[in-house]
Structure formats: C-alpha cells, structure tokens
C-alpha cells in the first residue's frame, strides 16, 4: 500500500499542477518500489513491462458514470492561505473522457452565509468545505473528491525536471509587495526555472486578466506533457517523488487514485479536455468580476456540448475605424470629464490628461479610484444622472474603446462622468493618440 500512496501522491500533484499530464509518466516507469523502513526518497524503479490493463480499469459508481474531483492550488499572502487556482475534473466513465474546468479566481458566485462575492473569497471564509459547498451549488453538482496543491512545492518540481523553453509572448512586469510577488519576465524564446515558470502562470495583471493566465498556464501544460515525455526524467523520480509528497493533499485511497491514473492512461490525448469558465468581465460596486456564463459551463462539464469554450472578446475596436466626423460628434457629446487613476501608475493622471484635451475632451478632475487593481478600464457616471450623463458617459466610452456595455455604469461615489484607467491604459492611450487630429 505504501507503493500506491506514493504513486498516487505523484499523479495527483502532477494532475493538479499540469492539468493531467500525469499520465504520460506510467510509461515512462511502470512500477515504483519502496525499500522497508526507508526513507520517502530512497526509491528504487522497476522497469519491467507493465501488466495488461483490465478493460475497464475505473471504479465509478455505476449509475452516476462519472466522479467530480475539486483541484485547488493554494498561495501563501500575508502569512495566510488563499485559494490562487480553483478547478473541477469530471472522470467520465461512459464517455471516456475527463474534462478538467477552470474556475477564474475572480467568478461572482453565491457563498453560502456570505452571499455574493469572488469564489476565491470562500477558501478564505471557511476553508476547503466552504469552497466545496460553494462549486456544488454553483454548477448544481456533487464533489466525491479534493484534491489541494501546495504552490510551494511547484519552482522545485519544474527544477527537478530540468525546467522548460517557452516563447514568452509578451513583456510581462508586476510588482506586489503584501505577496511577495516581483514579476519581470522579458518577451521572446528563453529557458525559464521553476520561480519563474511559477510567476509566469500566476500572472494576471493585464487587459485579459485571468483569460491571458489561463491561456499560460495551458501553454505550459503542453510544454511540460511533452517534457514528461522524455526518458531523462526517470533518474529523476526519486527527487520528485519527495518534493510531490509535501505538495499534496487529498481524500482519494490510493485505490480510488490508482484507478483513476490508469484510466487517464487509457485514454487518447483528445480525450483529455480543459478549458476555462466561458463569461465575461464586468465592474459591479466598483469591484472586478467574472460574471461565468452558468449554462455553458454546465454543459460541457456533462458532455453535452464538446466544442472549446471561449470568452466574451475583450478586443477593441481601432479608433481608425471611426471618420473624422464620427469622432467629432463623440467629443462633441462628451463634455467635461474627470479621469481617476485605477492602475498605480505614477503621474497616469497627468499624461492622460493631456492626452485627451488634445482631442478637444475637457478633463476638469483627476484623482485615484478606490485601488489599484482595475484589470480594464470603465466609465461611470453618477446615479442621479440625467439622459445627458447617460451618453456622454457612452460616447466616452466608445472613444475609448470600452465596448463591453457591463463596463459603463452608474456609480453612487460619481461625481460627473468619469474613465477609470486600468491595466489597460496602453491600449486607449495608443487609440487616442493615433486619432490624428
């Protein structure tokens, strides 16, 4: 038993982390032997040809035919615990396949006895069974297993494996000092560690936010498939195997995780599904949200539907595309606006100031918004505005490019219509200055 413990502990850290690329290493090593007495560490490899696999080799309740699996990937900040990465594998058993979803950190849901708020919130609240209680009634399903992650242990894996190459697509820079967090990652073809592997899947502090980390990390899970893939990892077990038992927590028996490994052997790579929640982004009180596109993702967690989920685009459309005349009229419809800095960016109130008065739009205020962290920019305008208000805060948005309607709103703390510049402000900076007039 203490051989399937071990080797169960190793699937599931390798699971949770690289999103079921795990199974890719029973091929490597078929067995793994622990000498009596010993130390975790001290692991010897059989490599003798592994047995034929029964037909069926998944133990899954026969009337369910399938079993829902809670991934949580925890980070440490302020000396406390908080749920970075939330996901649900589903193994199916009749359609053999396993679809593994990943829940933004920032998904607006109904925590019970809180109400509403970010489902990252509910680790915080009332730890791993406040979370459970939390997805279950969000997706209208039952949790037969957990699965926790410990990030700490990750930069030390991705070292033991000999890190991996990845082609950055762009310069990524974040700091946050209450985390600990120092990100900058430079653009282009590098080899990156395990530290910065983990920084570059943890980042989100861009116009996509949690979209453009999902994006990353499925990237890096195709990169580390393929390295698990290779025949230098297997002196490398006994190192792994110690890192992977810190790592991980569970209430899977090792027979329940061993069945569920050689099921995910069984199967083709196309049969191993991820995805991310299908939604859109929006500003509600202020506060940043993934509003999750609830019947979608039901769907395709049953196998309803197999095509990829996507997002809501958050592309905007090139001032470019706009005549002279349609440019005019917005400024002509906006009238005075205020600007509030909600990315951190020292002097961003001045620059776009000047920005938009070259454009003719009068800025009679500036100022910083509530925080730091708006991952898109938006206009509001305040709740006793008049029909007036209403379009110049819309037309300010369209000059802007902020096509997503949820990210122009009423707001009780406006004073007039105003932009709130988030992470994004590159984008509308460049839209405004290329306006050319």
């Known amino acids: 038993m203490k051989f399937l413990k071990i ?13 079921g690329a795990a199974w890719r290493i029973m091929e490597a090593f078929p067995k793994i032997s622990i000498p009596p007495n010993s130390n975790v560490k001290n692991v010897s490899l059989d490599l003798r040809p592994p047995e034929p696999r029964p037909p069926n080799p998944i133990d899954i309740d026969p009337i369910l035919g399938k079993v829902n699996i809670l991934i949580v990937g925890l980070d440490e900040v302020d000396g406390g615990r908080r749920s970075d990465a939330i996901a649900l594998a589903v193994v199916d058993q009749d359609a053999q396949a396993i679809r593994m979803l990943s829940i933004p950190r920032d998904s607006r ?4 006895g809180r109400g509403w708020d970010k489902i990252n919130h509910a680790y915080a609240y009332g730890g791993l069974t406040l979370l459970k209680e939390t997805v279950m009634n969000l997706f209208n399903v039952g949790i037969n297993y957990f699965v926790v992650v410990n990030y700490d242990s990750f930069p030390r894996i991705v070292d033991l494996l ?18 600990k967090l120092f990100i900058n990652i430079p653009k282009g073809p590098q080899h990156m560690t395990g530290k910065t592997l983990l920084e570059y899947v943890r980042f989100r502090h861009d116009p996509l936010g949690d979209i453009g980390r999902v994006q990353r990390q499925q990237k890096v899970v195709a990169l580390l498939m393929e390295k698990l893939k290779s025949a230098s990892i297997i002196p490398k077990i006994p190192s792994l195997v110690g890192e992977i038992v810190s790592a991980v927590n569970t209430d899977l028996t090792p027979k329940d995780a061993l069945n569920f490994l050689r099921f995910a052997n069984a199967l083709p790579r196309d049969r191993i599904k991820l995805a991310m929640t299908p939604g859109k982004a929006a500003y509600i009180g ?60 020292s002097g961003l109130g001045r620059r776009a100031s000047q920005v938009f008065q070259k454009l003719g739009v009068d800025v009679v205020y500036t ?11 938006n206009v509001v305008y305040p709740e006793n505005a008049t029909e007036e208000d209403r379009l110049s805060a819309e037309a300010l948005a369209r ?8 990210l122009v709103q009423r707001n009780r703390t406006a004073s007039m219509v105003s932009v709130i510049l988030g992470h994004d ?4 900076f460049k839209r405004l200055e290329d306006a050319g007039f």
């Open 7 to 19: 080797f169960v502990i190793a699937f599931l850290i390798l699971t949770a982390t690289v999103g």
């Open 109 to 112: 849901v109904q925590i019970p």
């Open 162 to 179: 000999g890190g991996i190459d990845i082609d950055v697509e762009k310069k990524l820079v974040y700091t946050d000092y209450s985390a």
């Open 286 to 345: 202020e506060v940043s949200y993934w509003i999750i596109d609830i019947i979608a993702a039901s769907q395709w967690l049953a196998g309803e539907i197999d095509a990829p989920l996507t997002a809501e685009s958050t592309e905007e459309t090139p001032l470019s595309d706009l005549d002279q005349d349609t440019l005019l009229d917005l400024i002509g419809q906006i009238g005075k606006i205020g600007i509030l800095n909600g990315d951190g960016a």
């Open 367 to 377: 100022g910083n918004a509530r925080h730091f962290d708006y991952h898109t920019s």
């Open 399 to 406: 000059l802007c490019g902020i096509n997503n309607k949820a």
């Open 425 to 428: 402000k590159e984008q509308i």
